[in-house]
């Protein structure tokens, strides 16, 4: 039989192991995205889009990102710290972030909107982060009668690499298309008619535009579909249904103790 001081101090051992090896797995691996205002985009003051390393930059429940702000980004953000994670958060372009997810380098991507092909490898999360409605923007002096996607039919229609547009668009055989990398090229390229009409996000277009003070009026077709977007992690992940979960309830708290509307108030109205 141990001594009982010797018994004290193992059982004091064990608790201290059982405890720090419970904190260290409150911790999410995370990417998202840049240039999607109001939802996920960078600081004014922030130059460098290789942002934060290999290890992500941790963001512990209590504190901001260094680099990244906007709606979706903070309701993720107080979703897990409601559950107490620390967030490793790496910022790329979408296309970048999405490959990294598919190549298991991370265990969660948002704001991701779901389609049949993403939903064959993903995990969604129940509860969303944001929403957003497809449209196309076309120049204002068009003539263009709109009698649904079919409308566009041999037209080349902008579209941002690697953005889902839903299964109506992706159904679509007709319309041209040309992928762009950045928002303000694709209305460039409509201005300069290289683009018969750009096909976006309005939420995130509109604040593009009002944000570079852009003079140049759009004429916008009636949305065509719209998508929520979700934590996401691919179905392989160990571990990925209780990530989402947390998340959920995380989600579920703070809508529930006000925190959510003041996110809203702050970056929707």
């Known amino acids: 039989m141990l001594p009982k001081r010797l018994a004290q101090t193992l059982l004091i051992t064990i608790l201290l192991t059982v ?42 429940p209590g504190t901001d990102s260094t680099v990244l702000q906007g709606y979706s980004w903070e309701i993720f953000r107080e979703s897990f710290h409601e559950m107490g994670y620390t967030i490793h958060l790496t910022v790329y372009p979408w296309a970048r972030a999405l490959a990294m997810t598919k190549a298991k380098k991370f265990d969660i991507l948002f704001p991701t909107g779901k389609n049949s092909q993403r939903e064959k490898i993903f995990h969604y999360s129940g509860e969303a982060i944001n929403r957003v409605n497809f449209l196309v923007y076309l120049p204002a002096d068009s003539k263009l009668r709109w009698d649904g996607l079919r409308s566009l039919s041999g037209l080349s229609i902008g579209i941002m690499r690697d953005f889902n547009y839903g299964d109506q668009w992706a159904a679509q055989e007709d319309i041209g298309t040309y992928e762009v990398n950045t928002i303000l090229q694709g209305f460039m390229m409509l201005d300069r008619k290289r683009l018969d009409g750009f096909a976006g996000y309005e939420q995130i277009w509109d604040y593009a535009l009002k944000k570079i003070g852009s003079k140049t009026q759009y004429r916008k077709l009636p949305p065509f579909e719209y998508t929520e977007e979700y934590a996401v992690g691919l179905k392989s992940t160990p571990g990925i249904e209780g990530l989402l979960r947390d998340f959920d309830i995380g989600r579920r708290r703070i809508e529930a103790s006000g925190i959510e509307e003041k996110i809203s108030r702050k970056w929707m109205d």
């Open 19 to 60: 405890f720090s090896a419970e904190a260290a797995e409150k911790a999410v691996n995370v990417t998202t995205l840049y240039g999607y205002p109001p939802y996920c985009f960078l600081r004014a003051d922030i130059q460098d889009r290789h942002l934060t390393g290999e290890q992500g930059e941790p963001v512990e």
